[in-house]
């Protein structure tokens, strides 16, 4: 199990900045990816970025790509995704994961509960 904790989230105008922290526990967080996902209403839930267990590598959905920030520091079991450049697109529930490699496939078997980000124009 990997409780994880999102915060950070909130009301900022087009163009700022914010930053999202999700804080899990637990000795085995550095064992798993992370990614940020989000969810827009009336939309399905898509991934935004993710970073592997060292920290070393990183992806990022190409909407996102030079705005924003993924890292991690596995002393603390935190995982940061700094959003600069905001827009009102990036307007949805932003959710930490954790995830791990199953038969190949990375499977995001842990969630946090979500927080918003709205984007105002």
């Known amino acids: 199990q990997v409780p994880l904790v999102e915060s950070g989230g909130g009301l900022v105008q087009a163009g700022g900045s914010l930053r999202l922290s999700c804080a899990g526990s637990?000795?085995?967080?550095?064992?798993?990816?992370m990614a940020w996902f989000r969810q827009a209403p009336g939309k399905g839930r898509e991934s935004v970025a993710a970073?592997?267990?060292?920290?070393?590598?990183?992806t990022y959905a190409d909407s996102v790509k030079g705005r924003f920030t993924i890292s991690r520091d596995n002393t603390k079991n935190t995982v940061n995704l700094q959003m600069n450049s905001l827009k009102p697109e990036d307007t949805a529930v932003y959710y930490c994961?954790?995830?791990?490699?199953?038969?190949?496939?990375?499977?995001?078997?842990?969630w946090g509960q979500g927080t918003q980000v709205t984007v105002s124009s």
């Open positions: 994961a954790a995830g791990t490699y199953y038969n190949g496939n990375l499977d995001y078997a842990y």
């Open positions: 637990g000795r085995t967080f550095s064992r798993y990816t």
């Open positions: 970073i592997d267990l060292s920290g070393l590598s990183t």
